[in-house]
């Protein structure tokens, strides 16, 4: 229930957080993030139904998507949004740099079947990549949230997943 920074060489440098639901406690931190333009820390708590946004001294800042999220799950920073993919409903959240909602991506329904997101990562063209856990596959969004693309199944062998958790992006 709380943020940890470390040095490269793994010494603890600051911590902040505690289990609760006020200013910069939390209960589940899931996804995070930290802003290239403003050096601030994105925090999805999970289970408060928020993002908790801190500033690179880990104090608190504000707080996003309150009554709007049911678990945020995952969260990316670029310099004109913010992303957060929230796994229970499940949708994906985008936010412009002031915080402004500007579009709600269902991806589940009419062709879009995500079950059970968790991760997610976002390509040089803005396509949202999605692992899907439960059914062990990853959904490939264009920027306007049209499926364009989804890959493996459950298994072991090469194209299969086993419950993916996390997915990371090479750009």
Same mark, same amino acid.
């Given at each position: 229930?709380?943020?940890?920074?470390?040095?490269?060489?793994?010494?603890?440098?600051?911590?902040?957080?505690? $289990?609760?639901?006020?200013? @910069?406690?939390?209960?589940?931190?899931?996804? &995070?993030?930290?802003?290239?333009?403003?050096? $601030? %820390?994105?925090?999805?708590?999970?289970?408060?139904?928020?993002?908790? /946004?801190? !500033?690179?001294?880990?104090?608190?800042?504000?707080?996003?998507? &309150?009554? #709007?999220? !049911?678990?945020?799950?995952? /969260?990316?920073?670029?310099?004109?949004?913010?992303?957060?993919?929230?796994?229970?409903?499940?949708?994906?959240? /985008?936010? $412009?740099? *002031?915080?402004?909602? %500007? $579009?709600?991506?269902?991806?589940?329904?009419?062709?879009?079947? @995500?079950?059970?997101?968790?991760?997610?990562? +976002?390509?040089?063209?803005?396509? +949202? +990549? %999605?692992?899907?856990?439960?059914?062990?596959?990853?959904?490939?969004?264009?920027?306007?949230? *049209?499926? +364009?693309?989804?890959?493996?199944?459950?298994?072991?062998? &090469?194209? *299969?997943?086993?419950?993916?958790?996390? &997915?990371? #992006?090479?750009?």
């Amino acid at each position: 229930h709380c943020v940890n920074m470390y040095e490269l060489e793994g010494k603890l440098m600051k911590s902040v957080g505690s $289990n609760g639901n006020g200013e @910069a406690q939390f209960n589940y931190p899931h996804g &995070i993030d930290v802003s290239d333009r403003n050096h $601030n %820390i994105y925090v999805c708590d999970y289970s408060n139904n928020r993002v908790q /946004i801190l !500033t690179e001294e880990l104090k608190y800042h504000s707080m996003l998507g &309150i009554g #709007l999220f !049911t678990s945020p799950r995952d /969260i990316k920073v670029t310099r004109d949004r913010v992303l957060v993919l929230d796994g229970s409903d499940p949708c994906m959240f /985008i936010f $412009n740099s *002031e915080h402004l909602l %500007i $579009n709600r991506m269902i991806t589940r329904g009419s062709g879009k079947q @995500a079950n059970d997101p968790h991760s997610f990562d +976002i390509d040089r063209d803005y396509n +949202i +990549i %999605i692992s899907d856990y439960k059914n062990h596959c990853v959904y490939v969004f264009n920027k306007e949230g *049209e499926q +364009i693309h989804k890959f493996g199944k459950q298994g072991q062998g &090469i194209g *299969e997943f086993y419950h993916p958790y996390g &997915i990371v #992006l090479d750009n």
